[in-house]
């Protein structure tokens, strides 16, 4: 096995490096300031799509500028996918709160057989969603604990967990919960349990992708969204690549269309940010979108 003994280098070498490699730097002043405030690595992944394939070379008229343009369109691309999956998880909460409580009460979650998972399941869920709630510095959450016994904190009410508990957490109860609570709430976003319920999951890993300040533009999230049957959305009608972040922008924009978010104001605002930044094929195609994806009726309808 071959050890790893490459050295630190300066914020000089590493500007060193890209030169000798072939990439021209307009700026260095500019490059300097994003090696030292943004990091080599992370810039890294906006540069590889200017290298030679299998080298690390960069190719005849690669630049740093073109690199940080993309970075910066990739950082406004996470607040405007943060924007929307805000929302969407307000009302999700919201809608699963409401629904799970009147079916089975406050505390209804606690009990395995309100919920369609094994016990080892529940039990795991469970655990999760008490660290949450105990970690959490919320004032109802701190009343409850002060105030009442039973059921003994971290046991607090559905409608107090939902509200502190991850995305991920919320996913897995709306997946667990009866078909009929599941369809209540997915048709409040127009749109099948089972695609929902994928959509959450979906929405989640790319929460923790923003959250985290991945990349987002030509990401691969490792998790396909379901294609609904409704008319649009099959591979001919909407030839998008399911794991990629235009047909999240998609998914997201149907979604918010069953929030309290303004859809058509997101998605104009989305949209001007992509036509100012898609200059190109490979830019286009690193967002898993396709020629006339503006003109598209899914996203403009």
């Known amino acids: 096995m071959t050890h790893y003994r490459k050295p630190p280098l300066s914020i000089q070498e590493q500007l060193r490096q890209l030169q000798e490699r072939g990439l021209a730097i307009c700026d260095v002043g500019t490059a300097e300031r994003y090696l030292q405030r943004v990091g080599y690595y992370r810039l890294m992944g906006y540069l590889y799509p200017q290298r030679n394939a299998g080298s690390d070379s960069f190719r005849k008229g690669a630049t740093f500028e073109d690199a940080l343009q993309l970075y910066q369109f990739d950082c406004a691309l996470r607040d405007v996918v943060m924007e929307a999956i805000s929302h969407v ?20 979650y606690l009990a395995e057989n309100n919920l369609g998972c094994s016990s080892d399941q529940h039990q795991a869920w469970l655990e999760g969603v008490f660290k949450e709630v105990e970690r959490s ?27 502190v508990m991850s995305l991920g ?55 396909a969204a379901i294609r609904p049957r409704a008319s649009g959305w099959s591979e001919p009608e909407a030839p998008f690549q399911t794991g990629r972040l235009f047909f999240l922008l998609l998914l997201l924009r149907k979604l918010l269309q069953g929030t309290a978010g303004d859809a058509l104001d997101w998605r104009d605002r989305v949209d001007t940010l992509l036509k100012q930044s898609l200059i190109n094929e490979e830019r286009v195609r690193g967002l898993g979108a396709g020629p006339d994806w503006d003109a598209h009726r899914l996203w403009r309808s």
């Open 89 to 108: 998880e307000i009302a999700v909460r919201t809608s699963v709160a409401y629904h799970f409580s009147h079916a089975h009460g406050a505390f209804g």
């Open 137 to 163: 510095k919320e004032v109802f959450i701190l009343h409850y604990q002060k105030k009442y016994s039973q059921p003994a904190f971290p046991r607090v009410p559905i409608w107090m967990a939902t509200e």
């Open 169 to 223: 957490s919320l996913s897995r109860l709306y997946g667990a919960m009866r078909g009929s609570e599941q369809k209540a709430i997915s048709r409040e976003f127009g749109i099948a349990a089972p695609v929902l319920q994928n959509w959450l999951h979906v929405t989640s890993v790319a929460r923790n992708v923003v959250a985290h300040h991945g990349r987002l533009w030509n990401k691969e999230f490792g998790v």
